[in-house]
Structures are given as structure tokens and as C-alpha cells.
């Protein structure tokens, strides 16, 4: 039986399990995301490069489909956005929290980078794009 809290914790542990194996890799670390985004250090873009050819593996033997979505013409803009935000800030909206867990204060930064950054769309989107916030299958 799948209760709330049943869902809550497999979330919590495979979100755990999840984080350990990152940090782990190297994914938290800023020096050794710089290597990678510099191509100074093949591994870890190797690494992310592995962990996407096992996840099309898994989701084509599971015979995973895309959901039909509009893609709208923010999509690319926000691609570029996200990979200099990621490139500069040393990781993704989810490096910086394993960041601070692992005792890296100055990723508050990105996570309040983060925040901004978000509101600062929604705004912009409510008063200047107009966007429709529910495509790419979202």
C-alpha cells in the first residue's frame, strides 16, 4: 500500500543516497566542476556523460515515453541562462544545498542566486512574455 508517508521517506532516502553518491563523485565540489566545464579533467564530464547513457538505457528498457509538449520559444534562453548560472555558481540548483551540507557557506549565495533568479522570471514572464508555464510536459 503507497501511504503519504511511505512515499515521503523513499523520497528522503533515495534523495540521501542520492546526495552521498554526488558528493562522493565530486559533483560538490567547485574546483572539480571548474576542471570539468574547463575540459581540464575529462572525468567528471565523463561521469555525467555515463550517468545519461545509463538513464536513456533504464528508461528505454522501461519503454518510458516523452509526454507531448509545446516547446516555447524560452527554452533556449533559459538553457544558456542555466548552464552559465551552473558553470559560474560550480553546480546546479541542487549542488549548492550538498555545498552547504558539506560546510560551504558561500553556496548561500547561489541558493539566494537561485531564488531571485526564479522570482525574477516569474515576474518577467507575467508582465512581459506571457508564457505558458505548463509546457514541456510539465
Keep these: 500500500m503507497r501511504t503519504r508517508g511511505g ?3 523513499a523520497n528522503i532516502i533515495a534523495g540521501l543516497a542520492f546526495g552521498y553518491t554526488i558528493t562522493n563523485i565530486g559533483f560538490g565540489d567547485y574546483a ?3 576542471r570539468m566545464f574547463t575540459f581540464q579533467d575529462l572525468r567528471m564530464l565523463l561521469a555525467f556523460g555515463g550517468a545519461v547513457a545509463i538513464t536513456v538505457l533504464v528508461f528505454a528498457m522501461l519503454r518510458v515515453r516523452r509526454t507531448p509538449g509545446r516547446i516555447h520559444a524560452g527554452v533556449i ?4 541562462l542555466f548552464g552559465t548560472g551552473w558553470a559560474i555558481s560550480g553546480g546546479c540548483p541542487a549542488i ?4 552547504v551540507a ?5 553556496a ?4 539566494a542566486g537561485v531564488i531571485v533568479g526564479i522570482r525574477a522570471c516569474r ?3 507575467a508582465k512581459y512574455f ?3 508555464s505548463g509546457s514541456c510536459g510539465r
Excluded: C, K, R
Excluded at 102 to 106: K, M, R, T, V
Design 108 to 111: 548561500l549565495v547561489t541558493i
Design 96 to 99: 549548492p544545498i550538498i555545498q
Design 102 to 106: 558539506s560546510g560551504y557557506l558561500p
Design 123 to 125: 515576474w518577467a514572464n
Design 7 to 9: 512515499v515521503l521517506f
Design 32 to 34: 572539480e566542476l571548474n
Design 77 to 80: 534562453p533559459g538553457a544558456v
Design 130 to 132: 506571457h508564457l505558458d
